[in-house]
Every structure is written in structure tokens, then in C-alpha cells.
């Protein structure tokens, strides 16, 4: 890796990758060269399931500025959910 | 130099071969046809993995004479698409040094054993590849000529050095075993030109025998022609500067 920037965290949750939904168990989050992404670097999100396999990935590329965005957008919701009391809420149910 | 009165010919496929700690693992084999003897080309892929782009330099190399070999550094980490192996070992921190030295001088091991090997070998690699052979070729003997495009972390500090990259490569100079040619763009923020300086200047001290060419208007990854960085002019005088490089150093 050209700049080894990377963090981890275990997480529960369901993705959606290319074989269908699956169980996701991590996330990791660096700052490297991106794949698809015409940036030199990118963040790149990778919600996996490192169980099942390399394929068992969601993945993002994003820009500094989208990575930015998305972490202001994402504790906007959570605050919301906070505030509207849901966070006691089981998993598995309500729907 | 290729005239149109020549026969072509050349095999390309995956083959396995021995790595670091004798471990199996597959590689790209790309070989001009014909009795030889043929030097011999390792190509040591980049972060994003063992990509389209490294098949057709294996290829690239073969087409220019080389018996031409890609390992797949990322092998371990079990298989899929290459994005997808990518980010499991972009994931843990990327490769360890030891273990890529090891799957290279295994692949320099497989082409110095082919009946027509004229016993040269070289090594080219770029970006995270770029770092990997100049680390190679200071860590292991049995090279002959090296190629380094943009070593990002050659001349890492102290605090970017890792579990997997403990020792910055800069600091392995004094032992560089072959002649060695450098690659880099001066708009390039990893390695930036401060850090190809202390590189030139740890070679100069070490007497080492050496050639950097640096491009302005370039940054990382001006070969790439599927990036935005792909740069045109500077790319086609690189591939200039690197193939009388390596025939005086490995057919002569």
C-alpha cells in the first residue's frame, strides 16, 4: 500500500454485493489509491464479511470533500434517530 | 531494434512457482518464442494489484526480448476479482517486505533456470512496486538491473514505517547489487522530489551505479494510459530511457 492510511471496525449490518445480500462483520476504512475513481488518492469504504471470502465486499471510492459529506450526512441521521428514541429498537423486527 | 522482415512469437499464461518460504503461488509468464537465449524480466505489480495493466507490461517485456515474469503478491490472500483481493490486503496493512522479497527472488529463480536464460535478470516495478524493487534488489543478490518507477516510501520517515515495511528501503542502499534506473515525476507527492534527492544523494555516497530521470508536468503513475495521471510525452521518453538501460545491462 503507497500510504498505508487505514482504519477498521467491527460492525454489523447487511450488504449488498455482487453474489446478493450478505452479512456484513467489518468495515475498513483507508486513504489510497482508489481502483475505479479517476483521483490519485481516494477514501475507499469497504464493508466486507471477511468470512465468505475477497468477494464479500460493498465498496466505495470517494473524495476527501464526499468522504466529508457523507460523515456530516450519516450523524445528521443518527442524531435524528437519537432524538426520535429509536436507538433501543431490536434487531430483526418492525418491518 | 524490430524490423518487418522478423519472425514474432510469443506465450503468455499463468503459471505457478515457488515464493518466499517456498510457498506456491501463481504468476504471469510472458516469454518470446524461439532458442534464446533470452534475459530475463521480473515485474513487480503496484498497490492496486495484479492488474490488466502488469499482463500487458509482462507482455510489453516479452515483445522487447525478455523472458517476462509477474507474481501475484496478493496470492494469499485467497482469490476474486482483483479489486476485490486489492482491498482484503489493502485491508491488513498491505504485504510484508520480507514476504514480497521472497516471492520476487522466487520468480528471478524460475527465469534463471529456464535452459535459455543467458542468466540475466532484471526487475521493473512501479509505485508500491517501484519501492519493492529497489528493496529487492538491496535485500537480495542475483539481480542484474533494476527499473524503480516512483518508489513511494523509499525514503519513508519513521513514523510511516509499518509492521509490513519496517525499515525504510533508503536505509538498505549501501547493499543495491545491480545497476539501477530511476523513474519519477517532479508533480509527484509520494515520492515528492525532496525524497528522490536523498535518494540520488544515499546512491552518490554509496558509489552506486545509477541513472534517475525526472519529468516535469508528470506526477505519480504518468505510465497509467487508463488514469487521468497518464502523461503522454513523459511516458514514451520513460520506456526511451529504460529499454537501452536494460540492453546494456542484461543482453549485453
Known amino acids: 500500500m503507497c500510504t498505508t492510511i487505514l482504519n477498521r471496525a467491527a460492525i454489523e449490518g447487511s450488504g449488498k454485493g455482487q453474489n446478493g445480500w450478505f452479512k456484513i462483520s467489518g468495515v475498513n476504512v483507508s486513504y489510497d489509491h482508489p481502483y475505479h475513481s479517476p483521483l490519485e488518492h481516494a477514501m475507499t469504504i469497504d464493508f466486507v464479511n471477511e468470512g465468505e471470502g475477497p468477494g464479500a465486499r460493498v465498496a466505495v471510492e470517494l473524495s476527501l470533500e464526499s468522504a466529508r459529506h457523507l460523515v456530516k450526512c450519516v450523524e445528521g441521521v443518527l442524531a435524528q434517530a437519537d432524538a426520535g428514541g429509536y436507538q433501543d429498537e431490536i434487531a430483526g423486527g418492525g418491518r | 531494434m524490430y524490423t518487418t522482415d522478423q519472425y514474432e512469437g510469443m506465450l503468455a499464461e499463468t503459471v505457478t512457482i515457488q ?95 529456464l535452459p535459455n536464460s543467458n542468466g540475466k535478470i532484471g526487475v521493473f516495478g512501479t509505485c508500491s512496486g517501484g519501492r519493492h524493487t529497489f528493496l529487492t534488489v538491496c535485500r537480495a543478490k542475483g539481480f542484474d538491473a533494476a527499473v524503480e518507477c ?17 525499515v525504510a528501503p533508503i536505509d538498505y542502499t549501501k547493499d543495491l547489487c545491480c545497476p539501477l534506473i530511476g523513474i519519477f515525476g517532479n508533480d509527484d507527492k509520494n515520492p515528492t522530489p525532496d525524497q528522490v534527492n536523498r535518494h540520488e544523494e544515499e546512491l552518490k555516497k554509496a558509489g552506486k551505479t545509477y541513472e534517475f530521470h525526472r519529468y516535469d508536468g508528470a506526477g505519480h503513475g504518468f505510465f497509467y494510459y487508463d488514469r487521468p495521471s497518464y502523461r503522454q510525452e513523459q511516458a ?16 549485453g
Open chain 2, 150 to 166: 516512483w518508489g513511494g516510501g523509499v525514503a519513508a520517515a519513521k513514523e510511516d514505517l509499518t509492521p509490513q515495511r519496517p
Open chain 2, 19 to 113: 515464493g518466499h518460504n517456498g510457498d506456491t503461488i501463481n504468476a504471469y509468464y510472458a516469454r518470446p518464442t524461439g532458442a534464446g537465449p533470452f534475459p530475463g524480466m521480473v515485474l513487480i505489480h503496484h498497490m492496486p494489484g495484479w492488474d490488466e495493466w502488469y499482463r500487458e507490461s509482462t507482455r510489453k517485456f516479452a515483445h522487447h526480448g525478455y523472458a517476462s515474469i509477474s507474481p501475484n503478491l496478493y496470492f494469499r490472500a485467497g482469490h476474486g476479482t482483483v479489486d476485490d483481493v486489492t482491498a482484503k490486503v489493502r485491508s491488513a496493512g498491505g504485504v510484508a517486505d520480507d514476504q514480497v522479497v521472497g516471492d520476487v527472488v522466487g520468480a528471478m529463480q524460475f527465469l534463471r533456470s
Open chain 2, 236 to 251: 514514451v521518453d520513460s520506456w526511451k530511457k529504460i529499454f537501452p538501460f536494460l540492453e546494456k545491462h542484461l543482453k
